[in-house]
């Protein structure tokens, strides 16, 4: 094949995978399929009010958006097609194929700080801790279709299982966790002795792993909390379980903790270089990123290897983070 068929057919390749190339054909451009195929961060930058689309491989930003004021959670539609970013009185839905801001909800009188979207896509719950309330909300035009009463104080972050019949809070000045019936809005609160902070659920949707102290684990069958693991720290922060639901990542002060799902025992720990807020996953389960608010920073680890990957610099104060295939 000649030099010049050669550059078509790569830009042709590019095309199809993620659509028109921003870069030109030269030294690099040959890399960007494989970059398409690492997939895209989505991070909030809280004190500059943005939400911007991160290269997965390359660390390069692809987009910059203007979110509400001060962003926080940020939370990708499971078909990878919207990013929905939690920024107190807005909701601000991007669309990640056209790399540019879809709408801006108004909440009125409620502020967000949590979101999460239906399996079809077709509904946001937003968690908004200082009303007590999860919102539920159409994910086309951002119109408040329920709300939810977490009757807690602190329900900073929601969960819902897989049959969306349940949503979960984390109550971090209540010390607690409130279990919502979504059909009946009837409450159960399961007092912790800790404050509870961060949150996640089992695929398979019997177990929710909730963080602040001692890892607790609730089965969602009876919602009692049926084990707490301890961690090499008293304080535990942001909680992730791999899509496979084999392991349970959780950030620590300046470390990253591996637990297996079912037995329950410490894989790995990694010493980080920032302190770390926010973490999500890649999408293949090997790569965990998280935030680093004080220094301007994202931290990678391979949660394989146990391993720091690198720390990449982004806008002030980075929080809320997504990954989307």
Same mark, same amino acid.
């Given at each position: 094949?000649?030099?010049?068929?050669?550059?078509?057919?790569?830009?042709?390749?590019?095309?199809?995978?993620?659509?028109?190339?921003?870069?030109?054909? @030269?030294?690099?451009?040959?890399?960007?399929?494989?970059?398409?195929?690492?997939?895209?961060?989505?991070?909030?930058?809280?004190?500059?009010?943005?939400?911007?689309?991160?290269?997965?491989?390359?660390?390069?930003?692809?987009?910059?958006?203007?979110?509400?004021?001060?962003?926080?959670?940020?939370?990708?539609?499971?078909? /990878?097609?919207?990013?929905?970013?939690?920024?107190?009185?807005?909701?601000?839905?991007?669309?990640?194929?056209?790399?540019?801001?879809?709408?801006?909800?108004?909440?009125?009188?409620?502020?967000?700080?949590?979101?999460?979207?239906?399996?079809?896509?077709?509904?946001?719950?937003? $968690?908004?801790? +200082?009303?007590?309330?999860?919102?539920?909300?159409?994910?086309?035009?951002?119109?408040?279709?329920?709300?939810?009463?977490?009757?807690?104080?602190?329900?900073?972050?929601?969960?819902?299982?897989?049959?969306?019949?349940?949503?979960?809070?984390?109550?971090?000045?209540? /010390?607690?966790?409130?279990?919502?019936?979504?059909?009946?809005?009837?409450?159960?609160?399961?007092?912790?002795?800790?404050?509870?902070? +961060?949150?996640?659920?089992?695929?398979?949707?019997?177990?929710?792993?909730?963080?602040?102290?001692?890892?607790?684990?609730?089965?969602?069958?009876?919602?009692?909390?049926?084990?707490?693991?301890?961690?090499?720290?008293?304080?535990?922060?942001?909680?992730?379980?791999?899509?496979? +639901?084999?392991?349970?990542?959780?950030?620590?002060?300046?470390?990253? $903790?591996?637990?297996?799902?079912?037995?329950?025992?410490?894989?790995?720990?990694?010493?980080?270089?920032?302190?770390?807020?926010?973490?999500?996953?890649?999408?293949?389960?090997?790569?965990?990123?998280?935030? @680093?608010?004080?220094? @301007?920073?994202?931290?990678?680890?391979?949660?394989?290897?146990?391993?720091?990957?690198?720390?990449?610099?982004? +806008?002030?104060?980075?929080?809320?983070?997504?990954?989307? @295939?």
């Amino acid at each position: 094949m000649s030099s010049r068929l050669y550059k078509v057919w790569r830009k042709l390749v590019a095309v199809a995978l993620f659509g028109a190339v921003a870069l030109p054909l @030269n030294t690099t451009a040959h890399h960007q399929p494989a970059i398409a195929r690492a997939g895209v961060l989505v991070i909030a930058y809280m004190d500059e009010s943005k939400v911007v689309l991160v290269d997965g491989a390359s660390y390069k930003t692809l987009a910059t958006l203007e979110s509400g004021k001060n962003p926080h959670e940020v939370r990708v539609s499971p078909d /990878k097609r919207r990013a929905y970013v939690a920024a107190g009185k807005t909701i601000t839905a991007v669309d990640l194929k056209n790399r540019k801001v879809k709408a801006s909800f108004d909440l009125g009188t409620y502020s967000a700080h949590d979101i999460r979207v239906s399996r079809d896509g077709k509904l946001l719950w937003a $968690a908004c801790a +200082g009303a007590q309330t999860i919102l539920e909300l159409d994910a086309e035009t951002g119109k408040i279709l329920n709300a939810y009463k977490t009757e807690q104080q602190g329900s900073w972050f929601v969960e819902i299982t897989p049959d969306e019949r349940k949503f979960y809070t984390p109550n971090l000045e209540g /010390k607690s966790v409130s279990v919502i019936d979504r059909a009946t809005g009837k409450v159960k609160v399961i007092p912790f002795k800790d404050p509870v902070y +961060g949150i996640d659920i089992t695929p398979d949707g019997k177990q929710v792993w909730v963080s602040g102290g001692d890892l607790g684990v609730i089965d969602t069958s009876t919602d009692e909390v049926v084990d707490r693991v301890k961690a090499s720290e008293a304080e535990t922060g942001r909680i992730r379980v791999t899509s496979d +639901g084999k392991k349970v990542v959780v950030a620590l002060s300046k470390k990253l $903790a591996v637990f297996d799902a079912k037995t329950r025992r410490l894989i790995t720990e990694t010493e980080l270089s920032s302190s770390p807020k926010v973490l999500t996953l890649s999408g293949d389960n090997r790569r965990a990123f998280l935030t @680093n608010p004080e220094d @301007n920073s994202v931290s990678v680890v391979d949660i394989v290897a146990g391993k720091q990957l690198t720390t990449f610099q982004t +806008g002030k104060k980075p929080d809320g983070i997504g990954w989307a @295939n």
